[in-house]
């Protein structure tokens, strides 16, 4: 149906109206939508970007392999294994550091949704000591206990709670990895 008015012809539907969305508008929605998948994808994400490498401790027991993730930078090490779900049964990550951190620094459990044991290691890659850390869901990190370390460590391997009491591996233990001289491990 057309409807003059003043002079200008419209065009009048009665079954549904037609209109351009607003490009802003449009935008936010998708941000909307995408947004929470991002959230969720985040941690999996992550995991895939950081290197894996072969390790291999070496226990009066015999040595015991595990494939671990590597957290080299500041932020890898922040991240830690936050959000995870699950830790397959022979993985875990290895925090590295440029120098020695010094005793009583420490990890949180924060945002950590599965327990824990951690082994900080010396720089021949000797385990100096062994805690287990459980799950903190406080809101603020702040809130959650920090499991320290006695004495300088140059890396710490966090494996799933309960590995190293099950393999009987212990502090005086020692830690091989790719990089890493491992003589101190022969």
Not at 21 to 32: A, D, E, Q, V, Y
Not at 125 to 146: T, Y
């Amino acid at each position: 149906m057309w409807v003059h008015s003043m002079g200008v012809a419209e065009t009048l539907t009665t079954s549904r109206r037609t209109h351009t969305p607003n490009p802003t508008r449009r935008r936010l929605l998708k941000g909307m939508l995408v947004a929470p998948l991002a959230l969720w994808w985040q941690p999996l994400a992550w995991a895939a970007l950081l290197p894996t490498r072969p390790l291999t401790i070496h226990s009066r027991q015999g040595p015991h392999r595990l494939t671990v993730e590597v957290a080299n930078s500041s932020s890898e090490r922040s991240q830690g294994l936050m959000e995870r779900e699950s830790l397959a049964r022979d993985a875990g990550m290895l925090f590295l550091y440029d120098v020695a951190q010094p005793a009583r620094s420490g990890f949180w459990m924060y945002r950590t949704r599965i327990p824990l044991d951690i082994a900080f290691l010396d720089a021949e890659g000797r385990i100096n000591e062994i805690h287990r850390m459980q799950p903190c869901r406080a809101a603020s990190p702040s809130d959650c206990p920090v499991t320290r370390a006695e004495a300088p460590y140059h890396a710490a391997l966090e494996v799933n709670a309960g590995y190293f009491e099950a393999r009987g591996i212990q502090p005086g233990d020692c830690v091989s990895w790719p990089a890493q001289d491992g003589s101190a491990c022969r």
